[in-house]
C-alpha cells in the first residue's frame, strides 16, 4: 500500500473522530443547558416558598401577608405596615429574578408565563 493511501486512511480516521467528537459535544452543552434551565426554576421556587412560610409561619405573619397581596394596607397598623414592606420587597425580587432568568433564556416561555401569571396575582389581586 503506498504512503498517500495510508495518509488518505489516517485523515478520513481522524475527520471521523471529530465528527464523533462535536457530537459528543453538542450533547453535554444540551445535557448542561437543560441542568441549569432546571436549576433556575428550583432556585425560584425556594426563593417563592422561603417568602411564603414567612407569612406561614404563625397567624401575625399570614395577616400581614394576607393584607399585604390583597393591597389592604390600610387595614395594618404602623408596625404590621413596617413588617409587610421587606416582605413585598423579597416578593418583587423573586418575579425580578423570574423575568431576568426569562430573559437570559433560562426559563421557557410557557414556565415565564406561569411565574408572570402568579406575580400579578400575588401583587395585583390577579389583575392582568
Known amino acids: 500500500m503506498a ?3 495510508v ?3 489516517a485523515e478520513l480516521v481522524a475527520a471521523g473522530g ?3 467528537s462535536l457530537v459528543y459535544l453538542s450533547r453535554q452543552i444540551r445535557d448542561n443547558t437543560q441542568s441549569v434551565r432546571t436549576l433556575a426554576n428550583q432556585d425560584l421556587m425556594t426563593a417563592f416558598n422561603d ?3 414567612l407569612a406561614g409561619g404563625s397567624r401575625h405573619g399570614a395577616r400581614i401577608y394576607h393584607h399585604m397581596v390583597a393591597a389592604r394596607w390600610n387595614d395594618l397598623d404602623d408596625d404590621e ?3 409587610a414592606r421587606p416582605t413585598l ?4 425580587r423573586v418575579f425580578e429574578q423570574a ?3 426569562y430573559r437570559a433564556g433560562f426559563l421557557e416561555g410557557d414556565v415565564w408565563e406561569g411565574w408572570r401569571r402568579r406575580g ?3 401583587l395585583f389581586g390577579g389583575l392582568e
Open 99 to 101: 423575568h431576568l432568568q
Open 18 to 20: 471529530v465528527i464523533v
Open 81 to 83: 405596615r413596617s413588617a
Open 51 to 53: 417568602v411564603t412560610s
Open 120 to 122: 400579578h396575582s400575588r
Open 7 to 9: 495518509q488518505a486512511i
Open 89 to 92: 420587597l423579597q416578593v418583587m
Open 3 to 5: 504512503w498517500g493511501a
